[in-house]
């Protein structure tokens, strides 16, 4: 059972990049997949979670407007689009699940090596 994250890279402000979130072991049906970043020194922040059974979706606040998730249910994967890229959203961003709805940030296990996501000039 395991996520697999990709897609990020070196990126300046403005860019945009789409980061991949593969499961394999499963089936992502049934429940919340949600993207979490960490910053070096910071704690783990939530980012965007998607619930798979209606596509229904929430993000913080500080993303709202710039990034966008999606599930690809054939594909078993989780997109997240992140536009208008800024410096402070550089972080290695992860993927996690838990059963049910994303209602809040609680609950998602830590998982997976991350993809790292650098915003400069």
């Known amino acids: 059972l395991q996520f697999v994250e990709s897609g990020g890279g070196l990126v300046q402000p403005g860019g945009s990049l789409t980061l991949s979130c593969a499961a394999s072991?499963?089936?992502?049906?049934?429940?919340?997949i949600a993207w979490f970043r960490q910053a070096p020194g910071k704690e783990r922040e939530g980012v965007s979670c998607?619930?798979?059974?209606?596509?229904?979706?929430i993000s913080a606040d500080s993303v709202k407007g710039r990034f966008t998730i999606s599930i690809d249910n054939a594909k078993n994967t989780v997109y997240l689009q992140m536009t208008s890229l800024k410096p402070e959203d550089t972080a290695t961003y992860y993927c996690?699940?838990?059963?049910?709805?994303?209602?809040?940030?609680?609950?998602?296990?830590?998982w997976g090596q991350g993809t790292r996501v650098t915003v400069s000039s």
């Open positions: 998607i619930t798979s059974t209606d596509n229904s979706t």
């Open positions: 072991g499963f089936t992502l049906r049934y429940y919340a």
């Open positions: 996690s699940r838990q059963p049910g709805r994303c209602r809040n940030w609680e609950g998602f296990p830590s």
